[in-house]
């Protein structure tokens, strides 16, 4: 089980803050789509990702293979240019 984050160690400026949803059909790779997000900030591994199925934390989501409850993570943005050193 993974240890709850203290949530004042996740609050950034708001102009870094984005919120998204993934939406679409069973077997669209919303799970996949999560696993590769989450492995752009190294929490899992790049090779890992769509396997490991990392929000899927209920037994019975793992076992299934299917995503029954809907899950929250906080994951570091920053703007490309910015990575690259491009001032905007």
Partial sequence: MRAASNSASCTWPQE????ICILAHVDH?????ADNLISTNGIISRQSAGKIRYLDSRED????QITMKSSAIALRWRKQAAAEGIER
């Fill in 16 to 19: 870094h803050v984005r919120n």
């Fill in 29 to 33: 790779g919303k799970t996949t789509c």
């Fill in 61 to 64: 989501e793992q076992e299934r």
